[in-house]
């Protein structure tokens, strides 16, 4: 018994756990992608829209202002989709838009757009953590939509991991 | 007189021949003045060797003596154990270089070569956009300030970018 324990606590007993369990974390990396997704409007009215939009991160909306001539964003619910590789998610964010999106691998992800029933494009980018990619488009009534994505911070995504949703 | 002659000498004044030999040598000490000479000094020599020699005793029982040589051994050994506890030996460094410092050494260059060979989280920036239709087109907008790309698709009959030059590497529509 005495041999067995000091056997399995030897110096080279754990170096050789631990290079076993090196290996198959850094292989097992990036399995899924965890991306929030959510919608927004560009629109010159004063007012939101819609009831559940609310107005956006200032500086955000501050990017969009620069380049875009609407005025007033705003952003709905937030949604977190979990990309597996190589697997198609349909996230749906109005009545008429939502987005397919593809973990390719190595930070990559393809984003079908739609709106109604039309595919408007199909873009493939890296996300590298901490960016924003927006899709957008104009929407009738001379507004705008844009589905803005990104990872979902590392410590969130941990945290939902630990206490998964009822 | 020969070597082997002088040696008969010496083991006949020891008592170690037999009688016939012994017999022989008493002649040849009795009759031969060079033999004689050489018996008388080895006799003189065994009698100062015997009658000086200096009585040693041991000022302890056997068992005493030996039980302190035991107990010096051990108090050895935990004087070293002691000393490699507190870390003081000398002698537990090298132990210790020998039980960790290989192992390590071999974990750490397995953690280089994965590093070098493990793909990168940073990895180089990708970026293709494509369009269905042949009447929508596509302009590709960064802030690297809000760290944002914007993928912006519209209609050829109007664009509703009316700054793009505010933004970093902006693709212009032709």
Known sequence: MNVLIRTFFSPLAVVALLVLAVPSRVLAAEPILNVEVRLVWGTDDAKSPHADFKKMDPKLAETLRRSFRWTEYYEGKMQKVQAPSETSQRVTLADDCYVELKNLGKSKIEVKYFTGTKQIGKTVNTLPPQNWLTVGSVDKSNSAKFVMMRLVPEKAAKKETKEPKN | ?174
């Open chain 2, 1 to 174: 007189m020969n070597i082997e002659l002088e040696l008969k000498i010496q083991a006949w004044l020891d008592n170690e021949l037999s009688a016939k030999e012994a017999a022989e040598v008493a002649t040849l000490v009795a009759t031969n003045t060079e033999a004689q000479a050489l018996a008388a000094e080895l006799k003189s020599l065994k009698i100062s060797v015997h009658g000086n020699e200096l009585a040693l005793t041991v000022p302890e029982s056997r068992e005493f003596h030996w039980s302190k040589i035991e107990r010096a051994i051990l108090q050895a050994e935990k004087s070293e154990s002691r000393a490699e506890a507190a870390g003081f030996s000398p002698f537990s460094f090298f132990a210790w270089a020998r039980n960790w410092l290989a192992p390590v050494a071999g974990l750490a260059a397995l953690v280089a070569v994965l590093i070098v060979v493990a793909p990168s989280s940073s990895e180089p920036e990708y970026s293709e956009t494509e369009t269905p239709s042949e009447d929508v087109d596509v302009i590709h907008f960064k802030d690297p300030a809000s760290r944002m790309t914007i993928i912006w698709f519209y209609d050829q009959s109007g664009n509703p970018v009316q700054n793009p030059g505010s933004i970093d590497n902006v693709e212009k529509p032709e």
